[in-house]
């Protein structure tokens, strides 16, 4: 069964950083891009970055650019999202989330998600 | 970016009968559209990708149509579980862009 497991949220202080993981089991995480999806208090679901099967190739929505960094480690089948300079508007809840063979832009499973909130 | 615009944002239905959700391009994605169900206190779930493509386990009650900027999620005989949140989502190009959700509940 396919895994997708959160962790790292929390509140934090606007400017301040937080590291999110996402632990993968029940498939070959070596074999799949992944991304993140967020979803703001009662707002509908965003993309927020997507990173290649060897993490060599890595994409970001714009408001994250430059602030934002995902990554993963293959050897322990695990993805990461640092969140550096944040701001309120970045509060949501984080969905780590499988790329569907073949398509780097759809997700076919996703974890329950990581709760965030930026407020001081 | 691409947006995505749904409609209805709201529908009630009953066990049985058969709704459509419309989701319409703000330029043409191709065929390059995917729908999701949301349910709380369970993982979203992909049900249709590139228009209408069933991915795996999803009921045959589920179809997917349209291309260029207009797209219907069809759900046949409604099932109890089938009532929740449903969004589209272009994954024609970067960034991949969702809709702002259809609620369907229970009449």
């Known amino acids: 069964e396919v895994q997708l497991v959160e962790s790292g949220g929390g509140l934090v202080q606007p400017g301040r950083s937080l590291k999110l993981s996402c632990a993968a089991s029940g498939f070959t995480f070596s074999n799949y891009g992944m991304a993140w999806v967020c979803q703001a208090p009662t707002k509908g679901l965003e993309w927020v970055a997507s990173i290649s099967t060897g993490g060599g190739n890595t994409y970001y929505r714009d408001s994250v650019k430059g602030r934002f960094t995902i990554s993963r480690d293959n050897a322990k089948n695990t993805l990461y999202l640092q969140m550096d300079s944040l701001r309120s508007e970045d509060t949501a809840t984080y969905y780590c989330?499988?790329?569907?063979?073949?398509?780097?832009?759809?997700?076919?499973?996703w974890g329950q998600g990581a709760s965030v909130t930026v407020s001081s | 970016d691409v947006q995505m615009t749904q409609s209805p944002s709201n529908l009630a239905a009953s066990p049985g009968e058969s709704v459509s959700i419309n989701c319409k391009a703000s330029k043409s994605i191709s065929k390059y559209l995917a729908w999701y169900q949301q349910k709380p206190g369970k993982a979203n779930k992909l049900l249709i990708y590139s228009g209408s493509t069933l991915q795996s386990g999803t009921p045959s009650r589920f179809s997917g149509s349209g291309s260029g900027t207009d797209f219907t999620l069809t759900i046949r005989n409604l099932e109890p579980e089938d009532f929740g949140l449903y969004y589209c989502?272009?994954?024609?190009?970067?960034?991949?862009?969702f809709g702002a959700g259809t609620k369907l509940e229970l009449k």
């Open positions: 989502q272009q994954h024609n190009e970067y960034p991949p862009t």
């Open positions: 989330a499988r790329h569907l063979t073949g398509s780097s832009r759809v997700m076919d499973a």
